[in-house]
Structure formats: C-alpha cells, structure tokens
C-alpha cells in the first residue's frame, strides 16, 4: 500500500457512520471498505489491510474525539442558555454528568451564573455525583451555595474547608459540612468495606448495617442522634426498600432539621414508591415548610409519576416561590418521562443525533 495515507474528511465521515450503522457487520466488510476508502489496498494483501485498518483506526478514534467534544458543546449551550426551556436544561445537565470528563465539568461550572438557585443546586449535585477531583476549583469557588456537593466526592483534599464551615451559623451549611466530614472521615477508616446497594448515587452517609425496620426507624427519627447515624438507618431503609419502609422514611418529613427533610424527600423520589405520595403532597403544599424540601418533594412526585401526583404538580406549578415553581416543572417533565416512551431521561446526545 502507498505511504501517507490520505483521507478527505468526508470519507472518514462516511466511514464513521458506516462503523457506527453497522456494527459488528464491520469486520466483515472492512477489506471492501477499505478498497473504497484507500485505492490501492487488496483484500487478499492480509498485510496491507491490517496496516490500513490500524491507521484507519486511529484517524477513527480521532475523529469520535472530534464529534465528542462538539456534541459535549453543544449540549452545554443548552445547559447555560437561560432562553431554553428548563426541562431541556435539566436534561442537558444530566447527559453533561453521565458523559463526564473536562469539557462537561466547565460547561456545569459555568451555569453557576445563572440565577435560578434549582438549577445551581443541581448543578452542584451532578458535580459531587460525578467524583471527578478537577471539580473541586469550580466547586470551592461557588462554596457558600454546594458544600453539599464537596461531600460526595469524599476526597480528603476538602476536609479542612469542610471543617471550617462545620459551625457555620446558617444551619443547613453547618449540618452538611458536619455530614460530609462524617462521610470522609468513615470512608478513611473503612477503605476495605465496599458500600453497596440498589442506586447508584453518591450517598452522604454509607447505609447502616441494621436490617430491623423498627429499629432503624427508631434511629431515623431519634432527634438526640447524631445526624451521621440517622443519616445511616436513612440509606438502610432505602436500600431495603418495601411498603414498611417508605412509610418509615415518610414519618421523618415531621423531623426538626430542613436538610435532614431535603435528604428523605429525596430518597423517597429514587424508591418511586407510591405509599409515600401523601406524605409528600402535604409537605410539598405546605407553606410554612422550607422552599427546598418543598422543591425536593415536588421533584419526589415527579420521579414516583403515578396519576396521584399529577394534579399537585400543575398546581404548585404556579407557586409563588420561584425554587417551587421551577421544581414542579421538571416534576412535570419527569412525569411524562416516566409515563411516555423516551428510551432515556438524560437524552441530550439522542437529540443532538435526531436533529443531525
Ligand atoms: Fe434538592
């Protein structure tokens, strides 16, 4: 074969996609692509089409990087354009967290601008689920709203900011910066003990190993605990899922702490479990409750999706508070991912693709 492969950029396209509709049918037809694409190679020369197809190869690799990296671009436009739809954001933000790397980590930092605080709280949460230490600049930069966030990386780089904050005078701050060095400090002094369970977040605190619903919820609901520990009977419940338990985890929206609500809506959202609706109904229309566990309930309903939920999420649509409002519309959005056909809710490559 010639020396100095030379491709055109639409032939490498072409063989791309053609790589990608057809799978493995590829191998089999590679001498005849080749033959196509680089002129001189015979299939019969084994030689010259392995050559070929390694330097094919890696003009393929470089060209996916390419399309990667512009697909991450873009849909990190969506993500930082306050004129989109937040639903669509939202989406964004959840494909920019599963593709990881740096380019998705910038275009999150840089929604921080952005002045809708739900989004920043979720931004700061897909950041600490994405457990990638290039955060951390961006994450201490934008402190006073995600120490959360800094938590669930559980890197021991951020324990003495952590510690700092412990005694902040805003109580959530404190209560999860004393939550975030718990977890560091267990994960330290338990390296071998590997956490498993059923969901794939990154948790505050690792499940306890009690396996007694009544004990655990006990524990949960034991206001002269360390927040640590109910933390721990909280992911035991969840993980051991079940009626029993969700009705357990529902009686802590009563508990005193705002964080601590935050958490049990939240974890009653990833059960989907609909023995806790009314539970999060009534928080959620309750007005003397704190806007973010209100936010987190409604985003609850949105994740259980059942008919129940429906009429609570249109109404709170119109909430006064901006963080409720925006809340219910994702809900909303979520409800129809869950009820609908879409294959997946983070689809923001499938569209990029769709709308090639
Ligand atoms: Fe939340």
Redesign the pocket.
């Known amino acids: 074969m010639r020396d100095g492969l030379s491709l055109s950029q639409s032939s490498l396209t072409g063989l791309f996609h053609f790589r990608l509709l057809e799978g493995e049918k590829w191998r089999k037809k590679e001498p005849a692509i080749l033959k196509t694409h680089f002129g001189s190679v015979r299939p019969t020369d084994e030689r010259a089409v392995l050559t070929a197809t390694a330097q094919a190869q890696r003009l393929l690799d470089l060209l996916h990087i390419m399309v990667t990296e512009k697909e991450v671009e873009m849909i990190g436009r969506t993500l930082v354009d306050s004129q989109q739809p937040l639903k669509d954001r939202f989406r964004a933000l959840f494909t920019l967290r599963n593709l990881g790397g740096p380019a998705a980590i910038d275009w999150i930092g840089k929604t921080f601008a952005d002045d809708s605080a739900l989004l920043k709280?979720e931004l700061a949460?897909c950041l600490g689920q994405m457990q990638d230490e290039r955060a951390i600049p961006i994450l201490i930069e934008v402190l006073q709203d995600i120490r959360e966030a800094l938590g669930a990386i559980g890197n021991p780089k951020v324990l003495d900011i952590l510690k700092q904050y412990a005694d902040d005078p805003v109580i959530e701050v404190a209560e999860t910066c004393q939550l975030a060095v718990k977890r560091i400090e267990w994960l330290q002094e338990n390296q071998d003990k590997p956490i498993t369970g059923p969901y794939c977040s990154v948790d505050p605190a690792p499940p306890a190993e009690e396996v007694d619903v009544g004990k655990l919820r006990q524990a949960l609901l034991d206001e002269s605990r360390p927040l640590f520990e109910r933390y721990r009977a909280m992911f035991a419940l969840r993980n051991m899922g079940g009626e029993a338990a969700v009705l357990a985890l529902a009686d802590g929206l009563q508990c005193d702490s705002a964080l601590f609500r935050?958490e049990i809506a939240?974890v009653l959202g990833q059960m989907q479990h609909e023995a806790g609706v009314p539970q999060l109904t009534a928080s959620l229309e309750s007005a003397a409750e704190n806007p973010?566990v209100r936010?987190?309930c409604a985003?609850a309903l949105g994740s259980i999706a059942k008919a129940s939920c429906l009429a609570t999420l249109q109404t709170y649509a119109q909430d006064k508070e901006r963080v409720v409002r925006e809340s219910c519309e994702v809900a909303l959005d979520m409800y129809n991912y869950e009820n609908g056909t879409d294959f997946q809710y983070a689809d923001g490559l499938s569209k990029l693709k769709t709308s090639d």
């Open positions: 709280h949460y935050h939240y973010m936010h987190e985003e």
